[in-house]
């Protein structure tokens, strides 16, 4: 047993270890790149980098190709850690080596923690509009609003998620339960009178709404960051007295249904994942500068009113590149412009582990500093001394 534990140890702690996880690594970047072209920057995040294994479909089973980024990671982590707490004890002349070893764990860390907790939103304005949620780019959710109250909506939420499951989703909340019975994740939606010749449409289960008289047509999904997936579902709404009928619900659509059960309104509607924040933010201004006598942008800005009734804020903020907002742990960043509809785009991004990249290049470029100065300390000493010893009679 305990030659075991050796062996166990003596293999993580290996040189050589280091060594093949960092050509993995250099490996895992490479093909990454290369399948960058056909998936996009965020699909290839998830299926290379924040994965265990990579899997590839090879007519149409996963088959596992390559380990992943959170594999190789996790190992180069635990070779890091037992090398560092195997091979070197505390000493002022192996702290700079400590000090570049920290760096490196921090920063393998940093990256875990990035890719595990991290949220990226966008908030879209025009001048003079007041928002207090953002939406996400790549996810939507199933939205529920009781509309009867003359004060307040009551809104219930389902992630898009549970509509491919082909479950019955039954919320505490709402006095009725969901049905999904179809979900595509990109979908074009067209009216049937419209419909193209030869251009094949799934059944429409729609019983009531606007949803009869459209065509669905599945897409491919799509991974282009610059392009959008427009989900859509055919959602039953059934009751205790029966079926409330079937709804087409999809992303393209800018006004949800509506119907009447138990004296009160609702409202459905499949909309961008929201986030909603204890304050709110006004568009007062969006500039585009450009440089005098060209079309090259030379600079965007929105300027933000900030409102917080809770801890009764309420200020001006200028956004523009590399100066963004930070508040409440979100950062809000310029993202897009559109000064001709006085319209903006600001990235929402929530980032723990925003400081740990900064902290572990301090650390690494510490011990660099103190290993250096150390070892150019210990030449000068080296230097000194055989300047000042005597010279031997065979050398006179």
């Not at 190992?75 to 760096?103: D, E, M, P, T």
């Not at 989703?169 to 030869?198: C, E, H, S, T, W």
């Not at 933010?281 to 585009?288: S, Y």
Request: charged share 15%; hydrophobic share 45%; with cysteine.
């Amino acid at each position: 047993m305990r030659e075991l534990y050796r062996e166990f140890i003596r293999f993580f702690v290996s040189l050589k270890l280091t060594v093949w996880l960092l050509v993995l690594s250099a490996l895992l970047v490479f093909f990454a790149t290369l399948d960058q072209v056909h998936l996009g920057i965020w699909a290839v995040q998830e299926k290379w980098f924040k994965s265990l294994i990579v899997l590839h479909q090879i007519k149409g089973f996963p088959v596992p190709i390559f380990p992943g980024g959170y594999f190789i990671g996790g190992l180069l982590l635990v070779n890091l850690v037992l090398a560092h707490l195997k091979r070197f004890a505390f000493s002022w002349k192996k702290a700079g080596i400590q000090l570049v070893h920290g760096g490196l764990i921090l920063m393998l860390l940093g990256e875990l923690f990035t890719g595990l907790f991290q949220e990226e939103y966008q908030l879209q304005l025009n001048e003079g509009q007041t928002r207090n949620y953002s939406q996400s780019w790549r996810h939507h959710e199933l939205a529920v609003v009781d509309t009867s109250s003359p004060s307040e909506d009551v809104v219930t939420v389902v992630p898009e998620s549970h509509l491919n499951r082909q479950t019955d989703i039954q919320v505490p909340a709402l006095p009725f339960r969901l049905v999904p019975r179809a979900y595509y994740p990109n979908a074009a939606l067209v009216m049937k009178d419209q419909l193209p010749a030869g251009q094949l449409a799934v059944e429409n289960l729609a019983t009531t709404g606007l949803g009869p008289r459209f065509a669905v047509t599945p897409a491919e999904v799509t991974y282009d960051p610059a392009k959008k997936n427009w989900p859509a579902a055919f959602v039953e709404v059934v009751s205790a007295e029966g079926s409330l009928g079937v709804f087409l619900l999809s992303a393209l659509f800018t006004d949800p249904e509506s119907f009447t059960y138990a004296n009160r309104t609702w409202r459905l509607s499949l909309r961008p994942e929201r986030a909603y924040k204890p304050y709110s933010l006004t568009l007062l201004k969006v500039t585009h500068d450009v440089y005098a006598g060209t079309d090259i942008p030379k600079n965007f800005s929105s300027r933000i009113r900030l409102t917080n009734p809770e801890g009764k804020e309420d200020r001006e903020v200028l956004i523009y590149m590399n100066n963004p907002l930070r508040y409440q742990g979100l950062t809000f960043y310029q993202y897009q412009m559109d000064a001709a509809k006085a319209m903006t785009v600001l990235q929402v991004v929530r980032n723990p582990s925003w400081l740990i990249p900064y902290i572990s290049c301090l650390l690494m470029t510490l011990g660099l500093l103190w290993q250096f100065s150390a070892h150019l300390l210990a030449f000068f000493r080296k230097r000194a001394a055989t300047a000042a010893a005597p010279a031997s009679p065979l050398s006179a």
